[in-house]
């Protein structure tokens, strides 16, 4: 064995393994979960800290979460100091946040200084105010100014996503003396792929990848190995937007600044996976009207979640509903117009949605822009005319075989035309109007389109039958 490898050879791994807690369907299985129950019930520690505090904190989430609600708490203060706090980053913030209202000050206090920093801000980011000063009062001084840094970047930025641990060292260090330092200091994340090189002050310089570290010799200068950091993220840069650099460039880690160039965290790619599902979920829920909903959020905080919107969509659907009133002498004469026109409105809404969700996501993952908007326009505006025409022959057949009158299935499949092509239309340029004006196309769009979409069809095919039969 060689020098380089017993300096830093690791301890293996003697964990027990996992125990067998999901089922086919990656649910937690029921018999798992009623020992557990019954353990907690029971005051059973010795059987937590067995069959519980060895798990990954991703399947103590999914633990927690499956619990009732009254066992959560009491499954966290059973395993006391074994309880790994980390779990929380994995549960819905409702349960978090009931969670940590039941554990005491020291206690908690006591987890967060062992945690890493990114996942100590994301449990402290949500407490109120006065439960969070109370908590890094009792940290270390040390702590303490490097988790508030932290937080004080805004919400959803690079800065409050980093980790401020990170492997920093000057230019003029060998690779020895950095070797060295690895394996001195206890002060450093518990994994890393690169070591960042700053000058005095703290100035980003380069970086240098592990791989590299081992393969040099230990006498060879830092600067003499070190690269250009692969781009480094300002911290006030939106978690969505570094997550992008990560897609695009393919990192595993990359290097968070302040506006001064200062290296002050490392955003690394666990997080940014976690930024890539919290955002594309953010997108889907917002897209339904929905905001930051949570499945443990109760039926109050759902209820306000979801009430603003309807109630949006109840003043359009009273637009819709004024367009009808203004044929209901026509609707009074011909009737197959009130069975024809819902199918219309309906058709267009969902080709609208189609786009719009397209264009949204498009929007989000920077994918649709001012260099091929135009473009885009184009081609939904000819997929909009060829289904337009498709559905529009298809529903003719329909509305005259079923009324026996040829004439109004003409006259639905031209207003069938009319709102398919409005219905694209509106489901990309909305969403591009709405981003241009710096409103979030994901919260806004779902309703001006379907508003769109019902009033011209509804427009569109009782004015052209009512002008057609001159009812």
Known sequence: MSHLDEELQEP???????????????????????????????A??????????????????????ALPQEARPELVRLLGDEFDLTALTEVDEAV?????????????????????????????????DEDRDKILSKLSFIERIRLTRSLDYPESSAGRRMQTEFVAVPPFWTVGQTIDYMRKEDDLPNSFSQIFVVDPTFRLLG??????????????????IMRETNHPIPAETDQEEAAQLFEQYDLLSAAVVDSNERL??????????????????????????????????????????RF??????????????????????????????????????SMGGNAGTQTMTVTVRALATKDLDIYNAARIIRREAGVGIFNGVAFAILIALVAGFWFQNPELGGVVATAMIINMFAAAMAGILIPLLLDRA??????????FVTTTTDVIGFFSFLGIATWWFNI
């Open 264 to 305: 002050v965290g490392v955003l690394t790619i666990d997080d940014v996976v976690d930024v890539i599902h919290e955002e594309a979920e953010e997108d889907i829920m917002r897209l339904g009207g929905v905001g930051d909903e949570e499945l443990s959020d109760n039926i109050k905080t759902a209820v306000r979640s």
């Open 44 to 65: 059973d520690t010795e059987f937590l800290r067995e069959n519980i505090a060895g798990l990954h904190e991703s399947e103590i989430g999914d633990v927690i979460e």
């Open 207 to 224: 970086a240098v990848d592990l791989d590299k570290i081992l393969r040099t010799k230990r006498k060879t200068k830092i600067e003499a």
């Open 12 to 42: 293996v791994d003697r964990r027990e393994p996992t125990p067998e807690i999901y089922n086919e369907e990656g649910s937690v299985r029921t018999e798992f979960l009623e020992a557990v129950e019954a353990a907690i019930a029971g």
């Open 96 to 128: 978090r946040l009931d969670i940590i209202a039941g554990l005491p000050a020291e206690q908690l206090a006591s987890a967060i200084s062992s945690l890493e920093s990114d996942d100590a801000v994301y449990i402290l980011e949500d407490m109120d």
């Open 438 to 447: 710096g409103a979030d196309p994901a919260i806004s769009s779902s309703v």
């Open 308 to 345: 603003g919107w309807l109630l949006i969509n109840l003043g359009t659907a009273f637009m819709s509903a004024s367009v009808i009133g203004l044929f209901d002498e026509s609707i009074e004469k011909m009737i197959a117009l009130a069975v024809l026109m819902p199918v219309v409105a």
